[in-house]
C-alpha cells in the first residue's frame, strides 16, 4: 500500500516540519538574541557589582593532616562509611572490594583470597593515615590503573572522620 503519492506526502511532511522548526529558530533568535554588536560580539545586559574585599584574605589556609586527624570523629566516619558498604564489608570477607576491617597500618594489597590490580602499590608499602587521606580524596589519581571506581571524598573533614572510623576497628 505503499504508492507514490504516499511516499510524497511522506517526505513532504518531513521537509514542512525541518523547515518550521528552522523558522521557529530564526524567530526566537531574533527575538532572544544577546548580541549587542557587530560581528557577533556578546554584551551583558546588566553587571552585578560584588564586594571582593581582600580576595587573598577569603581563600582559607588549608590545615595539615595532624590537626584535621586529632579534630576527627568516629561515629560521623561511620555515616561516610556508607559510600564505601556498596563494595567493601568490615567483617573479614570480601565483597567486590577487599575488606576493610584492620586496614589502617595494614600493608598494602595484602589481603588474602583477593585479586589487587597493581596499582595500589604507587601509593606505598603500608596503608598509613596519611597514605588513606591522599587516596580517599581521588583513588583513580592517586593510583592510576586502580579497578576502584569510587570518585573519592572532596571534604578533608569526611576523609579523617572515615580513617578514625576505620581505625576503631581495629584487626
Known amino acids: 500500500m505503499?504508492?507514490?503519492?504516499?511516499?510524497?506526502?511522506?517526505?513532504?511532511?518531513?521537509?514542512?516540519?525541518?523547515?518550521?522548526?528552522?523558522?521557529?529558530?530564526?524567530?526566537?533568535?531574533?527575538?532572544?538574541?544577546?548580541?549587542?554588536?557587530?560581528?557577533?560580539?556578546q554584551v551583558a545586559?546588566?553587571?552585578?557589582?560584588?564586594?571582593?574585599?581582600?580576595?587573598?584574605?577569603?581563600?582559607?589556609?588549608?590545615?595539615?593532616?595532624?590537626?584535621?586527624?586529632?579534630?576527627?570523629?568516629?561515629?560521623?566516619g561511620e555515616r561516610v562509611f556508607g559510600k564505601c558498604r556498596a563494595c567493601h564489608k568490615i567483617d573479614g570477607s570480601n565483597a567486590t572490594g577487599p575488606h576493610l576491617d584492620g586496614v589502617v597500618g595494614r600493608p598494602i594489597d595484602a589481603v588474602d583470597g583477593f585479586a589487587y590490580s597493581g596499582a595500589l602499590e604507587q601509593v606505598g608499602e603500608t596503608w598509613t593515615p596519611e597514605n588513606l587521606f591522599h587516596f580517599l580524596e581521588s583513588p583513580r589519581s592517586a593510583a592510576p590503573g586502580t579497578i576502584m571506581s569510587f570518585a573519592g571524598l572532596n571534604k578533608p573533614e569526611d576523609r579523617v572522620n572515615l580513617i578514625a572510623y576505620l581505625e576503631s576497628l581495629g584487626g
Open 45 to 76: 545586559s546588566y553587571v552585578i557589582e560584588t564586594d571582593d574585599g581582600d580576595a587573598g584574605a577569603a581563600e582559607e589556609e588549608p590545615m595539615d593532616f595532624a590537626t584535621l586527624m586529632a579534630s576527627a570523629d568516629a561515629s560521623k
Open 2 to 41: 505503499l504508492d507514490t503519492m504516499t511516499i510524497t506526502k511522506a517526505v513532504g511532511g518531513v521537509c514542512g516540519a525541518l523547515l518550521i522548526y528552522l523558522l521557529g529558530s530564526w524567530v526566537g533568535d531574533t527575538l532572544f538574541s544577546m548580541g549587542g554588536g557587530h560581528g557577533g560580539e
